[in-house]
């Protein structure tokens, strides 16, 4: 099992900013995909942003240019930096680490942190 503890929720009025962190087990984190999901009450979980283990990001259409994210295999985590935020934006943010191996495909999600945008 993979424990993921996020971090850095909390309030943010529209047009401002707030990074979330989640950090990982140590002697697997740089061989997993590091993700941030969203899912607001009734909604299907949706993808924010993903990163590889080689650094390749993706991410929503909509919050390109807007929010950025990012690893660090030495402290074993992965930030989302979310700058001109919407209240749209406010929801539950939840961190993600997949990997896919021969044997198959090993997904792990933590516990979610609250993202509220009000001003």
């Known amino acids: 099992q993979v424990q993921l503890v996020e971090s850095g929720g909390g309030l943010a009025q529209p047009g401002g900013s707030l990074s979330l962190s989640c950090t990982g087990p140590?002697?697997?984190?740089?061989?997993?995909?590091m993700g941030w999901y969203r899912q607001a009450p009734g909604k299907q979980r949706e993808l924010v942003a993903t990163i590889t283990s080689d650094d390749s990001t993706q991410y929503q259409y909509s919050l390109k240019g807007r929010f950025t994210i990012t690893r660090d295999n030495a402290k074993n985590t992965v930030s989302l930096q979310m700058n001109s935020l919407k209240p749209e934006a406010a929801t539950v943010y939840y961190c993600n680490a997949k990997r896919t191996t021969n044997i198959g495909t090993f997904n792990y999600w933590g516990q979610g942190t609250q993202v509220t945008v009000s001003s």
């Open positions: 140590e002697r697997i984190f740089s061989f997993y995909d």
